[in-house]
């Protein structure tokens, strides 16, 4: 039989890009599976993207087809790093949440930098935040430095992370071994007295109420 040249192309954003062939012989006198692998894609060829089969016979016929396929985001698996054992929130203490994002798509390695990262705390020890953005580093790591206000309050508090709005990866957050992470979030007791006024004098023998409140 004669030889085939069986050769894909991808019309990526660059344009159409020649990919790999293959060299059918007598094996092609019946119908038979060709197959291509590639792992070349960039961000920006992600979307519905056209491909082509080009089939070339010795004497220089050709035959070719064209279909699309959606070029997706990467998957990524997001690694708890460390988090404070707890936070106090007088004085204006701070805890660091730091993870890692890996790409599972990639032969697992780390991201690079810029990637869209976000942190998620508890305010009431369920209830998540609307979430805090940060970017991965060159070696995958994102960090958030966090300063709760009294709209956190003092709990056993949870606090989640991963990857949100980036253009190569999808969106997904710590899956394994736990979903969600825990830190104590200490307030601070505050008394106010509101009656009698300051400076106020009492003759003895008078009967002194005190008002006060107080807050955490």
Same mark, same amino acid.
């Given at each position: ?31 038979? !599976? ?7 894609? %960039?961000?920006? @060829?992600? #979307?519905?993207?056209?491909? $082509?089969?080009?089939? +070339? ?23 708890? !790093? ?7 929130? %007088?004085?204006? @203490?701070? #805890?660091?949440?730091?993870? $890692?994002?890996?790409? +599972? ?112």
């Amino acid at each position: 039989g004669e030889a085939l040249n069986i050769s894909l192309y991808l019309n990526l954003s660059t344009g159409w890009t020649y990919i790999n062939s293959s060299i059918c012989t007598n094996t092609c006198q019946a119908p038979q !599976i060709i197959s291509f692998t590639t792992h070349n894609f %960039q961000c920006v @060829d992600i #979307g519905t993207r056209q491909y $082509r089969f080009n089939i +070339t016979d010795a004497f220089g016929y050709k035959n070719q087809s064209t279909a699309s396929a959606n070029v997706l985001k990467n998957s990524a698996y997001i690694q708890f !790093i460390s988090d404070p054992l707890s936070i106090d929130r %007088q004085d204006n @203490d701070t #805890g660091v949440f730091v993870l $890692r994002v890996q790409d +599972t798509d990639n032969n697992d390695v780390w991201v690079n930098e810029s990637v869209n990262s976000s942190f998620w705390f508890t305010t009431d020890g369920t209830t998540y935040d609307a979430g805090s953005a940060n970017l991965t580093n060159v070696s995958g790591y994102a960090t958030y430095e966090f300063n709760p206000n009294c709209n956190y309050q003092p709990n056993t508090n949870r606090w989640k992370g991963g990857v949100r709005n980036d253009t190569c990866y999808e969106d997904t957050n710590f899956s394994f071994p736990l979903t969600f992470y825990q830190y104590d979030l200490y307030g601070q007791l505050r008394n106010f007295l509101n009656s009698p006024a300051f400076n106020t004098i009492s003759v003895v023998g008078d009967t002194l109420v005190k008002i006060g409140r107080a807050h955490v």
